[in-house]
């Protein structure tokens, strides 16, 4: 069973930085695709960032909106996938989610939050001056 224990979050200044994470098991990293997801209210969940499974090459990918400014990562000493964001804008106000499909790979579809899965409890990023 998959499952994912976050962190991280709060509240910060636009320009400020936060970063999220999400703690799961060795087995998780190895072989599933990790991703992050927000959900701003009023407005429909998102897919923001992705890394491959361990085992697909640990690639990422990005959300348009916030290339250049966030960063996902694997430590897999601690078994942790993290979020680094910078430059946060007020629009970056959401709870944030990481999630796993069961697949290994993020593909063309990750973008899109999954009917399915295991997601961790989701935590509250506020950018607001």
């Known amino acids: 069973q998959v499952q994912f224990v976050q962190s991280g979050g709060g509240s910060v200044q636009p320009g400020g930085s936060l970063r999220l994470s999400c703690a799961t098991s060795e087995f998780t990293l190895r072989y599933y695709a990790i991703a992050w997801y927000r959900q701003a209210p009023g407005k429909e969940r998102e897919g923001v960032s992705c890394?491959?499974?361990?085992?697909?090459?640990?690639?990422?990918y990005y959300q348009e909106s916030v290339k250049g400014r966030f960063t996902i990562s694997g430590d897999n000493g601690k078994n942790t996938v993290y979020l680094q964001m910078n430059s946060l804008k007020s629009e970056d106000t959401a709870v944030y989610y990481c999630?796993?499909?069961?697949?290994?790979?993020?593909?063309?579809?990750?973008?899109?939050?999954?009917?399915?899965?295991?997601w961790g409890q989701g935590t509250q990023v506020t950018v607001s001056s």
């Open positions: 890394i491959d499974s361990n085992e697909g090459g640990a690639g990422t």
């Open positions: 999630a796993a499909d069961g697949g290994g790979l993020c593909g063309s579809s990750w973008i899109t939050p999954p009917d399915f899965g295991s």
